[in-house]
């Protein structure tokens, strides 16, 4: 990877974005990561220019706003309607995952239990949307 990357990941358990960002740090030191601790947070970064990242990683079940909806929300705004949305869960429903595809989300990642297997999904998706990244941000 030669550009910088900037991840936002949107989740109301603090050591699972923990967790998340001590993995995308062993990634690379090319990777940023900034954690919102909810939707409306996230909602709020990303209106005020606080944060452009690169990939967005959404967990489903929060309170006040779900990851369902603030997945709409984020696709309504022409501005972050291009940002690659994983959703980042608990969850194997394939219910869940229908409908954050249809939503727009470009993958489901079903929270692993160890960070080694984290980061093996992490590598599979940040080699695989890089390209896709980094032809819109030259």
Avoid: W
Wanted: proline share 4%; glycine share 2%; hydrophobic share 40%.
């Amino acid at each position: 990877m030669k550009k910088h990357l900037t991840v936002l990941i949107i989740d109301d358990d603090a050591d699972d974005k923990e967790m998340f960002c001590e993995v995308v740090a062993e990634i690379g030191a090319n990777i940023s990561c900034v954690m919102a601790s909810g939707a409306q947070e996230a909602l709020h970064l990303l209106k005020n220019k606080k944060v452009a990242p690169d990939f967005i990683f959404l967990d489903l079940n929060m309170p006040r706003m779900n990851g369902k909806q603030c997945l709409e929300q984020l696709k309504q705004v022409e501005e972050f309607a291009s940002i690659p949305v994983i959703i980042y869960s608990t969850s194997k429903n394939n219910e869940d995952k229908e409908i954050t595809r249809k939503l727009g989300s470009v993958y489901f990642l079903t929270k692993p239990s160890s960070m080694q297997d984290l980061k093996k999904e992490l590598e599979s998706i940040f080699a695989k949307e890089y390209e896709n990244v980094v032809s819109k941000n030259p």
